[in-house]
């Protein structure tokens, strides 16, 4: 059974940092793995999709990468900023997505 | 204004009701999705369809219900059988390749609560 675990649950950093979200899952034999943001309150908004035989995915300041293999997924978030303050979720699969639990980011000036 | 509706926004039941959730898509996409959300826990599948009039359960289908009599409309109803039903509900939609559901988009969200 696909498991999808998000470290760190929670992450406060400085405006101006590049940061990092981890996204780990347990069956390698994943299609795609999709990227969301979630405001408090909101619906899942997506930035970015990595399809199964991609191996990342690059939109603005944020580039996620895919590593089937180890069974790891990377947001990397560059020169955050307050307005990037969330809740991220990866999720993979294709018709039924499996979501971790997230990470909620908050970037203070 | 391409995108996905939901309605209402929020929305209380009393215990014994059945309560219906509207998801409407313009987006012209095949595939529509419903998952639950519960706080510290991550979305989990309730009921998807690829295709009008056919539907699968998810990993959480019991005590709800769909149908999908159009492409655009996927709406969920919330039976008296579903015991513990408060959650934020979200639906979701599609285009369907050869290699199986693409990238999903989401609604606002409907917030249910039980009296």
């Known amino acids: 059974k696909q498991e999808v675990t998000q470290i760190p649950a929670a992450l406060s950093v400085p405006e101006g940092e590049n940061l990092v979200l981890n996204c780990s899952f347990t069956d390698s034999a994943i299609y795609n793995l999709q990227w969301f943001r979630q405001d408090p309150g909101k619906g899942l908004t997506s930035l970015l999709l990595i399809q199964s035989s991609q191996r990342e995915q690059t939109s603005g300041r944020l580039n996620a990468s895919l590593d089937k293999s180890s069974g790891r997924s990377t947001l990397y978030i560059a020169a955050s900023q307050p307005g990037d303050s969330a809740t991220y979720l990866c999720?993979?699969?294709?018709?039924?997505?499996?979501f971790g639990t997230g990470t909620r980011l908050q970037v203070f000036p | 204004d391409g995108g996905i509706t939901q309605s209402p926004k929020y929305l209380f039941r009393k215990e014994g009701q059945n309560v219906t959730l509207s998801c409407e898509q313009n987006?012209?996409?095949?595939?529509m999705y419903w998952y639950r959300q519960d706080p510290g826990q991550g979305l989990r599948l309730i009921y998807y369809s690829q295709i009008v009039n056919d539907f699968q359960k998810g990993d959480i289908a019991e005590g709800y219900s769909v149908s999908r009599e159009k492409k655009e409309s996927f709406p969920l109803t919330v039976t008296s059988a579903q015991k513990n039903p408060t959650a934020f509900y979200l639906c979701?939609?599609?285009?369907?390749?050869?290699?199986?559901?693409?990238?999903?988009?989401f609604g606002p969200g409907t917030r249910l609560t039980v009296l």
């Open positions: 979701a939609s599609s285009i369907v390749t050869a290699s199986g559901s693409n990238e999903q988009f």
């Open positions: 999720a993979v699969g294709t018709d039924k997505l499996i």
């Open positions: 987006l012209n996409h095949d595939a």
